[in-house]
């Protein structure tokens, strides 16, 4: 059986609905209400009615991975042993680690590259222009070896030149250029709050999580490690609702037509007061991300659509190219050039791939591993990876 040019919809209708093409899973056929409820619901995690419209290999990933249902925290080590730690904590961990080690880090630079190397040009040249206040920043050129660009497929578009400064060629290859400009981007909005941790002295039945069908589709309580704080995700709302809410940009107005929503929602149920535990600790700590208005990402994540496999398969499978020595020295590397777009997992991949494709062309990639290298593993496949 074939998907590729599936929608998530048509391909459930094809499995469950009346008109299955096969023995349904289980036995049940889905009536209309069943594929509105689970639009709505989904797995228990939330609904995916709002990604009816994405190709099913897209969704279908997401749900044998596990990524809807099985997850796990950040921690590190300390002395006391493994902390649960927040994302950013982390992150500047590593990047502290790595600059002692020598790194050089630019944090307040944009960077065009306008030479991406390739044939008798051993060397990528990128355009950097240092962030300022007044936005009357100077740019300079730079020289680097190789360059990795670690952003949204979408913000892609103004990462790299039109052509190559030195070749008047583009600096990727069209089917790459193609995935970059056409692989659909996902909208999503999100309104974060920091709170006490109110559920933690709570009756074992009090929720954690409230689905509905309203403009507050899915809120979370989160727990990362404070002893006193958390987090709640007081909607992640996809597609048509983050457009909805898109003109609403000051974040404490969305907070109080969501405590509003809530308060609807939990009205009949054992905690009609729930809404009043969603005070943030202070002002500052209400975070409301417009992902489509990001001018870095252009949106939340990639998503393909039907028959968008290949435009996936042609940006994850770019790092094969540095083995021809006359390529582009310029490669992508974002959970936006995998199969698992939007995941942590889908940025490790094309990590793991970026860097092994290093070591092998520069000659630093150890022989024993040399087989378990992604050049060795994989195959230029859309379903072989």
């Known amino acids: 059986m074939s998907f590729g040019n599936d929608s998530f919809y048509t391909a459930l209708q094809r499995i469950f609905g009346e008109k299955h093409e096969w023995d349904v899973p289980g036995g049940q056929v889905w009536t209309e209400d069943d594929f509105e409820r689970f639009g709505t619901l989904g797995v228990g995690s939330g609904g995916f009615g709002a990604v009816y419209s994405a190709g099913f290999n897209s969704i279908f990933r997401l749900i044998v991975n596990g990524l809807e249902s099985d997850q796990a925290i950040f921690a590190k080590m300390t002395d006391d042993g493994l902390q649960a730690t927040g994302i950013r904590e982390l992150a500047n961990a590593i990047w502290q680690k790595a600059t002692d080690l020598g790194l050089k880090t630019k944090f307040d630079t944009v960077a065009k590259i306008t030479t991406g190397g390739g044939g008798d040009v051993d060397y990528v040249v990128i355009q950097e222009t240092p962030s300022s206040d007044d936005g009357n920043s100077t740019a300079n050129q730079a020289q680097y070896d190789l360059a990795v660009v670690g952003t949204s497929s979408r913000a892609m578009n103004f990462a790299l030149a039109d052509v190559s400064d030195t070749t008047n060629e583009p600096i990727m290859s069209s089917a790459v250029n193609r995935g970059i400009t056409d692989l659909h981007m996902t909208a999503s909005s999100k309104l974060f709050i920091r709170t006490k941790k109110f559920w933690s002295d709570q009756p074992a039945d009090f929720p954690r999580i409230i689905l509905s069908d309203t403009d507050l589709p899915q809120a979370y309580t989160l727990d990362y490690g404070h002893p006193d704080y958390g987090m709640v995700l007081l909607t992640y709302a996809w597609e048509d609702l983050s457009q909805t809410i898109l003109a609403i940009q000051d974040p404490h107005k969305l907070l109080s037509i969501l405590k509003e929503q809530t308060a609807r929602i939990m009205r009949d149920s054992s905690y009609p007061n729930y809404a009043d535990f969603l005070d943030p600790v202070t002002d500052d700590d209400v975070y409301l991300v417009h992902w489509p208005l990001d001018q870095y990402s252009y949106g939340a994540f990639s998503l393909g659509l039907p028959g968008q ?53 520069f000659g630093s990639l150890n022989p024993v591993a040399a087989d378990f290298a992604p050049s060795a593993l994989l195959g230029a496949s859309p379903y072989q990876y």
């Open 309 to 361: 496999d290949k435009l996936i398969s042609s940006m994850f499978y770019d790092y094969q190219k540095l083995n021809d020595t006359s390529s582009s020295r310029v490669l992508i590397n974002s959970d936006c050039t995998s199969f698992l777009g939007g995941w942590v997992d889908g940025g490790l991949q094309p990590a793991h791939n970026s860097m092994a494709a290093i070591f092998e062309r």
